[in-house]
């Protein structure tokens, strides 16, 4: 994975942390690895990243439907 201004270590921990999972579980371990060794996944995860980094760092204005497409479409929506 790529370093950018949020640890990769944190980022599992928060993925395994919304799952329910300790991060030195089988299944986060998986994870982690399939991350490191994926490339289709490695670049989906560096660009949701990048897309929520922006997201905070130039506090957008968009509307609560524009918001919640957003998440849809990333994946992130509850």
């Known amino acids: 994975m790529k370093e950018n201004?949020?640890?990769?270590?944190e980022v599992i921990?928060?993925?395994?942390?919304?799952?329910g999972e300790s991060q030195n579980s089988p299944r986060c371990l998986a994870i982690k690895e399939h991350l490191e060794n994926c490339d289709c996944c490695s670049k989906y995860f560096t660009n949701v990243e990048t897309t929520i980094k922006f997201y905070k760092d130039y506090n957008v204005k968009i509307s609560d439907d524009a918001h919640n497409r957003l998440l849809d479409k990333l994946g992130l929506s509850e």
């Open 5 to 9: 201004n949020i640890p990769c270590k």
């Open 13 to 19: 921990s928060h993925i395994c942390e919304t799952m």
